[in-house]
């Protein structure tokens, strides 16, 4: 008896440790700007090489900032952020902190002293949103209002957790542009019923926000006040939802094992932030457990699935009726130094069921699936980062939905791939301060997949694509599109972050005579003659209609000095309008393309503004 109580108390003193070193390991949502300050850091060579399993935890964040604070190239403004970082994610005293609008409190239970602790507290995000366009008669108005009430705390040194809720208001109206066939207009369905051609409606991005910048904060459905019974897809007027996220997450070995249980936003890779083809901040959250293991210093890998949550296009039940995903990805992160990084990425999506294989990160997904039959959606992904400390890095990406090599690639639908290339340099003259330059394509379908009949599912079809309730798991750019990117970012002071930005956005129409197939996330690809039947062939820009978007945009964060409160805001321009072909769309051949300014694909300028605060930010 005495030997088993040994035993557990041992166990107990490895799991939660000593009070003393007690620091907290719940995650840093990633649109805290020290993202950005890391990234620059181990740009210049001031950290050692940072992890591309994001969102980091407190530990890891502080474990960095000490590490960086020892350079002795840093300015004095740099070092001054750096402090306030610190300080903003260190563990808090006892009592009501009126700077992070939370009360901390805690308790030593146990022989050793094990800590544990409960802190509670409450933040706001405030923020109004307009939209001016010459092509539409109205002008558009939105707003995001949301509170926040968070319990968290330590259990021990080890393990932390995070009770996260918010409830919020919310707009952002969109123009409802027409229908739009998911296979090819003209398919012949299947007598199965498996392959059907399906009609959607389809609608322009939120018209107060700049093209694909717009992120879902709401969970499953929005409730209008006319009818709260209701469960609906789109805040088009003033609408109430909620939003919840947990962690409980585990620190080991000095973070090279770190385990969560959470509901969290993620982005993996080693590209630059926000450009993860394979799993990109922009995705909506949903529940998993993720491990990753970094047992030396050139190797790491991580592991995650998770139930993904369905999109409320037809009602609760009708639409979640075909989304019974789960999602598994595994990553392998090869390192030498500070000089060159690789990451292999292996992702599938997966009608629910218990598939040992899928969960496993020692298991390829892709082989795997060969044992066990055709029903799931696979992907790989390959990231190589090359760079020289001081002076900036260069990436490249390439994710793989379907290929055949031994076709025509460059033609073919059926090359479903995304590709990117980027470059970050770090810029001297101002304190952590960067200019990123990137370039995506996406092809036809990428991201997309069939609807399949399922041994689990009986004759219901299955929604397998790259997806979480409606947003791609991936980039945020949708099928069929490619992206020039320049962003200019800077902190002139220890108080205010900065940001300027381009981007050239080009991408097949999905609306109108003349839209291409494979260009929204709802496509299916034909499964048969997908070598040979002329309309699977794809000319961007040559086989239809194609939306140009350029936009302009500058934008600031100020913390304001002394105040738990933050302002932000960005203005600029969208210079849109379409191109279109001299023959037929999507007929299998290449045409030349002009510009044209017609009711059903107009030319238009816009101008998008937005404004808002936060109190207690985190």
Known sequence: ?????????????????????AQSHISVPLDN????????????????????????????????????????????????ILEQYLGKFAKPKTGIDWQRGAYYNEAAIGNNDTVLSANAGVSADIEGSAGLYSSFEDRYFGTEIWIQAFLNGDLGR?????????????????????????????????????????????????????PYAYKKRWDGSIYFFSGLSNFESWPDGIAGSYNLKS????????????????????????????????????????????????????????????????????????????NQNAFSITMMQFRYKNYLFFDFVDAVVWPKRFELGYISPITNSFFYQNNIGDFDNMAMTFNLKAQYPGVGNIWFSLFLDELNLLSKVFELDRTMIAGQAGLNIPLPFLAFSSLKLSYTKVNPYTYTHNRNFTPWYGDIPMETGYTNNGVSLGYYLPPNADEILVQFKTAPTSSLITHLQYQLIRHGATHGDSAVDGSHLLSELDPDGRDSNPVLKRYFLRDGAYRWSHIARVGAEWNLPGLPVSLFGEAGVIIAYFTNIEGGANDGSPHDYSIIDTAVYPQSTGFVAKIGFRVFSR
């Not at 208001?169 to 296979?183: Q, V």
């Open 33 to 80: 700007q020290v993202y950005h300050i890391l990234e620059q850091a181990e740009a210049r060579g001031l950290c050692r090489p940072l992890s591309g399993v994001r969102p980091y935890t407190h530990s890891v964040i502080i474990t960095a900032i000490n590490e960086i604070l020892q350079s002795e190239k840093l300015s004095k403004t740099e070092r001054a």
């Open 1 to 21: 008896m005495k030997f088993k109580i040994l035993v557990v108390g041992m166990c107990a003193s490895v799991f939660f440790g000593n009070a003393l070193f």
């Open 247 to 322: 962690e409980l997450t585990g620190s080991f070995l000095e973070n090279k094992l770190i385990m969560r249980l959470g509901r969290l936003s993620h982005e993996w890779g080693s590209a630059s932030l926000g450009s993860s083809l394979a799993f990109n901040q922009m995705a909506r959250p949903f529940l998993g457990v993720e491990t990753e293991f970094n047992p030396v210093p050139w190797l790491g890998i991580a592991s995650l699935t998770g139930i993904l949550e369905y999109n409320n296009l037809y009602g609760i039940k009708e639409s979640s009726l075909s």
């Open 158 to 210: 080890n393990v932390s957790y995070e009770l996260n809720a918010e409830g919020g208001l919310m707009k952002a109206p969109r123009e409802h542009l027409g229908k739009y066939n998911t296979y090819y207009k003209g398919f012949e369905d299947d007598k199965k019923g498996e392959f059907v051609n399906r009609e959607i409606d389809v609608f322009s991005e939120p018209l107060t926000h700049f």
